[in-house]
Each structure stands twice: as C-alpha cells, then as structure tokens.
C-alpha cells in the first residue's frame, strides 16, 4: 500500500478553520478512492503562502528528510496551499521529487507533479503561475483600500494602538479616541523635549508618569509619530502621492508644536548631554562661536576637584564653574519684578482665567445640549431595534457610532468643567516667588535651572569675554539690562524683530 502525508493550510486573510475541514475533506476522499494510507498531516494555520518559513512547513520538511524512504505522496488540496510563489514553488517540489522520489499531489486540481514529465511539469507551473497572479491581484486591491482608508479617509490602521489613545468601535467605525491619562504624559515628553530636557531624563520622568512603552527608542519614536498631531502616514500607491494626510481622530498636539519638535530633531545634536547638579548650564549656554559648552571636574593640586564649563574649541571659553553661577546668579537677582507690576499680572491673569470660565460654560452648555439629542438618538435606535424594525447589523452600526460620539463629548464637556480653583490656588502661592528671582533660581533643581535659561533667553544666551551675551530676553525680566550689563554679569543686545526695516536717519 503507498503512503502519504499531507499539508493543509490558510491563510488570515478571509479564511478560517472551516478552510480546514474542507482541506482535509478532499484529501480524505482521495486516500479512500486511491487506498492510500495516510502517515502524518501538518497544519499551518493563519500563516502566508508568501514564503516557505511556516511552523509546520518546516516540520514537513524535517518529516520527509528523516522517513522519506517509507514516504510515496505529499498531498495538498491545492498547489496555492502549498506556495503562491511559483518560482519558489517549483523549486522546492523538484528538491522534493529529485531528492526524496516524493511526489506532490494536488487533489482538487487533479495534479500529480512530475519533474520528468512536459505535461505534468506544464499543468503545475500554469497553476502555481495563476495562483501568484491571484495573490498580485489581492495585494494590490488590499493596497488601494488601505491607501484610500488612510489617505481619503484619515483612519489609523496600525494593529498596535499608540500610546495616548484607545481604539473603539468595530469594523470600518474602528478609530482612536484619546486617552487623557496617557495623553497627559504624551503633552510632558513634547514639552520636555522643546525645553531641551536630556533624552534620558524624559525617558526616566515619562516611566515615572506611568508610560510603558519598552525600548532605547520609545521616546524618539513618541517624538516622530504623526498620529499625536492628528495625521496619519501614508504610502504613495501607483500615481497616488505619500506623505503625511489629515486623520479623523483627535490630535494630542498641535501641528505647530509636533512640527517645531520634527525640526529640532533634525538638527538636534547626537551627543547626548548627560545632567549634573554641579553643572546645570552644561549644554543649555553656548559658547560666542555658537557651540553648546561642555563640564566637568578638574582636579587642583589639593586633590580637590573644580568645575569648569568648556568649548570644544581649545582656545575658546574655559571657565570657572563657581564664576559662572554666581554671574548668573546675581544677572536672575535683577530679573526680579517689582511689587506693583506682581499685582498687575495677578489681576491680569485673575481677568483671563475668569473670561475662559464663561467662555467654558456657554461651550459645556452647547456640548450638553448635543450630547442629549446624540443620546436620544441612541434611545430611538434601541427602541426600533426592540420592535423589531431594524436589524441587528443596522443596531450595531448606530450603536457604535453614537456610543462613540457619546464618549467624545462626555470627554469635552469633562475638560471644559475642569474647576479652575487649582490655577488660582497657584497665581496665590507662587506669582510671588518672581519678586526674587534669584532665590527661585536656587531653589529648583537642574532641571527647572535648565528650563529656566531657554525659556528666559530663547535658547540664546551666549558666554564671551567673561561675560553672559543674548540678543533675546523675555521684556518682564529685562526691565534691569542696563544694570545687568553695568555690573558685568549680562549683556542683552536687542535683536531687531524686523531686519527688513531700514531705521531712520534721525534727519
């Protein structure tokens, strides 16, 4: 009696088991019809026919090097479950045959491949040939409708949801909705990253925030997602351009922020800056050629270490630590604001956050209002739905979209009445501390000091001939420049918004 084995196979695209049981069906049928006995079978399910790399395809090859001698048929259903690369195909059942003497045999197609046989040889090349014109074919279709799902349709198709968000819905009513949890960190690691925090000091406050995402990379790729600006990125299909196209979900950021960090991270040098509290100006000050200055300890005659901030260029910038901190130190104590211009701000920002609260109950007011008609469409849908007067399909296509718009505004009307006490409570404790600046400098830690310095200078501020140089400055902290200057500790020489404009002769 011969003897077989078989391999059965499908793939994820449209199949399922019942592929399966179909397979195993038809080879059934013919190890009866011809008295063959059947030795073994091996199953690949869910995987491409794409490639050979397949767990019990690879099995199948083990088998039938290990017991080919008592082995005279592989069986398969079709050759298409066997491989749709025709090339690769024809190959593998040559090595088969030449090397093993075993044949392949296709039931359903009435195909016994033999190498030394034009017809047979002909009939199986012709299919496999049909079958890798089928899987072209497919590829392409699935391409454009991904193309038109992203591109025409802003939808996120990534199997894996991005951090900051959720999925809901099911089918084509699939989308990200923001998680506010998450999205909080996402706002922190941007915000970070334009205050020129170190990489490695965002990685370690984002995992203390609750963010887990594993790998080097995690935070480089959070920072280059466009999905957290409300894009979605788009392969060119045929004459259909690529790039980057708007997405039906909710931005976390705003396209100028997202933008403004893509450019920083082009030109963001690779070397990473590592923070020490004894050098908190280390790559935040540059040097008069424009380098970031480096730190570090040098060790005096006494043994004791000293600190030194340093160019790279060796006849540029050298200096003392100590010297440097307390220039600095003495250029914040002149940046204090004066009591009178404290109580302007304070009722200033009192007036803005009081107009945002009105501003926000007429929005809760408008929200609610459309929160109630999208529930009582709900209503109305689950009402037909027990009368019988929709089907099921139709229930659960209306049911996911305004469950999903209830959530949605449910999360806006949250936000938009979120008790704006908190900022009050902090204009009250902290609008005082800028009377001393100085003093508020001492106290934050390396990275507040860091912060500090770029957002005071717009990441400008210069050290040459022993002196701080900036050619930005916020106006409230510059009112004392003249003194700043007087003193050596900063010179701040007004850079014009306007280079365009020709001054006037004074004439």
Not at 81 to 92: C, I, T, Y
Not at 224 to 230: C, E, I, W
Not at 315 to 339: G, R
Not at 368 to 374: F, I, K, P, W
Request: some cysteine.
């Amino acid at each position: 009696m011969k003897r077989a084995i078989r391999y059965l196979r499908f793939s994820q695209l449209g199949q399922s088991n019942g592929s399966i049981e179909r397979q195993e069906l038809y080879t059934d049928q013919y190890l009866q019809f011809n008295n063959i006995q059947l030795v073994d079978t091996f199953i690949d399910r869910g995987k491409s026919a794409k490639t050979f790399d397949r767990p019990d395809f690879i099995k199948l090859q083990a088998f039938i090097a290990k017991h080919y001698k008592s082995v005279d048929y592989l069986l398969v259903d079709q050759l298409d479950r066997f491989s749709r690369d025709a090339g690769e195909a024809m190959n593998m059942v040559k090595q088969f045959q030449r090397k093993y003497a075993i044949q392949i045999v296709s039931v359903t197609e009435g195909i016994m491949f033999d190498y030394d046989t034009p017809g047979s040889f002909f009939r199986a090349g012709l299919q496999l040939l049909l079958a890798e014109e089928d899987n072209i074919n497919r590829s392409i279709k699935v391409r454009g409708g991904l193309y038109t799902a992203r591109a025409k349709e802003g939808r996120f198709l990534t199997r894996e949801k991005p951090f900051g968000y959720i999925k809901v819905g099911e089918g084509k009513q699939r989308h990200l909705e923001v998680n506010e949890s998450e999205a909080k960190i996402v706002r922190t690691i941007y915000d970070m990253f334009l205050r020129d925090v170190p990489l490695n000091k965002i990685k370690e406050i984002a995992y203390q925030s609750g963010f887990d995402r594993k790998g080097n990379m995690a935070i480089d790729r959070v920072l280059a997602n466009p999905v957290y600006a409300g894009l979605v990125r788009v392969e060119a299909f045929k004459d259909l351009p690529g790039g980057l196209f708007p997405a039906i979900h909710e931005a976390i950021i705003d396209k100028t922020t997202w933008q403004m960090v893509q450019s920083k991270m082009k030109k963001a040098d690779k070397v990473k800056i590592t923070v020490d509290d004894e050098i908190p100006l280390r790559g935040v000050v540059k040097c008069h050629c424009g380098a970031p200055l480096t730190g570090a300890p040098s060790r005096g005659k006494s043994g004791r270490y000293f600190y030194y901030y340093k160019c790279k260029h060796s006849k540029h910038n050298n200096i003392s630590a100590i010297k440097a901190h307390e220039q600095f130190l003495k250029a914040c104590e002149l940046m204090s604001i004066p009591e009178r211009k404290i109580k302007e701000i304070r009722n200033g920002c009192y007036s803005s956050l009081e107009d945002e609260m009105k501003t926000n109950k007429v929005r809760v007011f408008e929200k609610q209002h459309e929160l109630d008609e999208v529930q009582q469409r709900l209503n109305a849908v689950e009402e037909k739905w027990f009368k019988n007067e929709i089907s099921k399909d139709t229930y659960d296509r209306w049911y996911s979209t305004y469950s999903t718009h209830i959530l949605t505004l449910t999360g806006v009307i949250e936000r938009l009445s979120t008790n704006h006490g908190k900022a009050f409570e902090i204009l009250d404790s902290k609008l005082d501390l800028l009377s001393d600046i100085g003093y508020m400098y001492t106290k934050s830690d390396t990275l507040q000091k860091r912060a500090f310095v770029n957002l005071v200078f717009d990441s400008n501020l210069y050290y040459e001939k022993g002196i701080y140089r900036t050619p930005t400055m916020l106006d409230l902290l510059s009112h004392n420049a003249s003194k700043m200057e007087e003193k050596g500790y900063l010179i701040y020489q007004k850079k014009r918004d306007n280079l365009s404009t020709i001054p006037h002769s004074g004439r």
